[in-house]
Each structure stands twice: as structure tokens, then as C-alpha cells.
Nanobody, 117 residues
Framework: QLQASGGGLVQPGGSLRLSCTVS????????MGWYRQAPGKQRDLVAV???????NYADSVKGRFTISRDNAKNTAYLQMNSLKPEDTAIYYC?????????????WGQGTQVTVSS
């Protein structure tokens, strides 16, 4: 149901745009979130967008990342600018409950983002 894509290798200061396609749900009603998990660390929520396109970000990405959505395409996006080596992680998306907990147990494979010179 969740398919994240768009990752890759980028130099520090570069940009990437991730996409997350959701199937099998009423996408436009969902709160959507982007998570990331670095090696040996827990999976953290970094960006949230609700059905009215209100957005929230983790402090670590605020001002650099932008979450958006296209309800006609059942897709959420994460525009990542000014990337830093510490942004290196596997990025996942999920729909969220009103309490900002992940809604689906199956996360998909995620998409790898590597920031390195």
C-alpha cells in the first residue's frame, strides 16, 4: 500500500525530492508522514501534513525540508534541500492516526538517501 521512491546519492548541500504513493485508502482524508531511520537508530518522524495541508517538521529538518501532497495522484512528497551527511537514512512514509501514530503495519522498503562527498 505504501511505495516510497526518489532517493539516491547526493553531495552535501544538494537536493532530492521523495515521493510516496498510497493505494487502497481514501488518501485525501489521511494525515501523511515521512519518517527516516539511520543505521543503528530508531525510526523518527520528520514531517507531517494533514488533510488541510497543515504541516509540521522535526527541528532537525525545519527550514530545509518541505512536505506536500497531491490528492489527485494519491501521492505525498518530501522536498529536501541543503542536505547534510546526517540526513543519510532510509526514508519511509505512512499514513498517520489523529495521534500521529503510524496507521499501516507494512512500511514497504523505503528509499535510501545518502548524503556524501
Amino acid at each position: 500500500q505504501l511505495q516510497a521512491s526518489g532517493g539516491g546519492l547526493v553531495q552535501p548541500g544538494g537536493s532530492l525530492r521523495l515521493s510516496c504513493t498510497v493505494s487502497g485508502s481514501i488518501f485525501r482524508l489521511n494525515i501523511m508522514g515521512w519518517y527516516r531511520q539511520a543505521p543503528g537508530k530508531q525510526r523518527d518522524l520528520v514531517a507531517v501534513i494533514d488533510s488541510s495541508s497543515n504541516r509540521n517538521y522535526a527541528d532537525s529538518v525545519k527550514g530545509r525540508f518541505t512536505i506536500s501532497r497531491d490528492n489527485a495522484k494519491n501521492t505525498a512528497y518530501l522536498q529536501m534541500n541543503s542536505l547534510k551527511p546526517e540526513d543519510t537514512a532510509i526514508y519511509y512514509c505512512n499514513a498517520l492516526t489523529d495521534g500521529l501514530r503510524p496507521k499501516y503495519n507494512s512500511w514497504g522498503q523505503g528509499t535510501q538517501v545518502t548524503v556524501s562527498s
